[in-house]
């Protein structure tokens, strides 16, 4: 459920996942500078093409930089309000094409190889307390009780609207707050019932 | 950091990511930033775990999307969220659930936890984020001052409403009971 | 009440209070058998007891051993020995697939990922969960997720298994294809539950009553004594 991820496999998934992002870098150093609308707009139409090769599944994808819609607009008109059509072109085509890069490595590239790409990165943080395999246990967990606590949220809705009959109000914010502090109490416990973070010997390093 | 803290940490992070699917308003002056309840749940973990703990749970969440889990509200996310125009907005929660716990813990014996809360969050989730969002909006979308000061302008009802929820929780559920102290973090 | 040859926990002399309450004040019990079953109201120790043995609570005061270990000194050790299985299992289910979630306590075990994965595949295909290691665990049933909690407990293969009320949010069904499970595992069991039916197989219940056993031995009189002792409490009551 929560995964920009597409399903069906291309030639982009089979691409390691830090060559990817190293690449979608590299791109941004480059296009990030470049102010002349007929370059942006090749290179665009480009980008473009990259998707078509991913198949129509992916081509569809497209339709996503709507959700911008309203920002591009808004960035269009600024720029033929204070300055040529050339440069309203050249900002939107550079805005979106930023947009539509980053999601072509999102959607080639599953949680777990972005994470272990960047995991390296953030093993860089370990002198400021930072522990990579904790980290990526926060990860889990946080995927994990994230529709356990939209479930629990979901349950006091509806026991609302069945006493009341009114919409959910933000009444109910309070003891879902409380509740959720209930369950950090069990979550707590289960970690430590699995042995997380209790010295042992031979076991993982958690720090 | 124990266990708890690490629970507690992963809770709000997923709370941050549930308020995601509260439907978001679009506004037509704020220059497509739209207003969600999710910088809510920012100010709301660092009211309620404190300064350390809420910073590490809006970075969490921060995470999460890097990572690819379309967890903003409209169920966006992935790397193309740190190319658009509102990063700034998105990176600027792990400071502003900083700055509303360091500020309630420090106001919450004076003002009471329901006056601490709104005031922490008003500074935190409203002053702070926008003046690290609307700088890099504007940056990206190459505008002026005066179009910032409307996007700033249009994005205040909402964040005072959010502020006062954040005090009426805080007012409900006593964080200074449940939430422990932070020491030893 | 039979004999123990050589206990794999005993409590020795225990104490312990949560908070302004004294749970266990110089409390003592050996179990050795295969199956002890743990009966009593709510509140009377069942939950704190089986969270001792696992070493989740320290006694304030005396010494719980668990296979000869002490449960302070040798905190560390007691996962690989001891799996605990909680009454919700939407509270102890730690990772977003069911293949993650029984392979961590065998990466903690010291197995590579690689391992564990191929030993939670096996795991799941003997248990007739084949293929459900990429599954989410959010869409499995209440009950898949208990059974999910269960393999996942014994998947280090602990040699004692603590279980708090496993069964309370049940269907009738998937009550008694897990009853089935548990029935046939090796390891030691020592269940706290209000299932008397389940428990009338045990070979050995314990009726704890505010911190005490009031009551041990062979299912049939200590389930036979605790019954009497509520109705008995009612008629007073009405009387």
Redesign the interface.
Known sequence: MISNYLGRETWLHRMPAGAKLAALAILSVVILPVDDWRALVAALAGVVLLYASLGKEAFKRLAMIRSFAVLLAIIAALHLLAGTWQEAVAAVARLVMMILLADLVSMTTTMQAMMAALTPVLTLLRPFGLNPRKLSLAVSLAIRFIPVLSANWEARSEAWRARTGRRPSFRLLGPFIADTFRIADHVAEALDARGVARSRRGGREWG | M???D??????????I??LG?VPKV?L?FA??VPITAQSMGVT?AGV?LGARRGALAAA??V??L??????LA?G??????????TAGFILGFIPAAFVSGYLFDRWSLRLGMFGAAFLASVVGGYVLLNLIGIPVLMA?????LD?AAVTALSLLPGGLLKAL?TG??SY??RPDK??GTEAGV | MPDTVSPYLRFDNVSLGRGARTVFDGFSASLGERRVGLIGNNGSGKSTLLRLAAGLLLPDAGEVFVEGLETKTHRGELPGNVGFLFQNPDHQILFPTVGEEIAFGLTEKGMTDAEANAAARELLAANGCEGWEKRAVHELSEGQRQLVCLLSVIAPEPSVLLLDEPFSSLDLPTRLDLSDRLRALPQAVVMASHDFEFLSAFDRLLWLDDGRVREDGRPATVIAAYEASIRGLKTARRA
């Open positions: 124990g266990l708890r690490l629970a507690l940490i992963v809770l709000f992070a997923a709370i990511a549930a699917w679009d037509p220059a497509g709301l309620m969490l969440f995470l999460l890097l990572f690819g889990a379309p967890l409209g966006r996310g992935g790397l193309e969220v740190f190319a658009g125009p990206v979308n190459g505008t002026g179009e929820a009426v929780v409900v559920t449940v939430a």
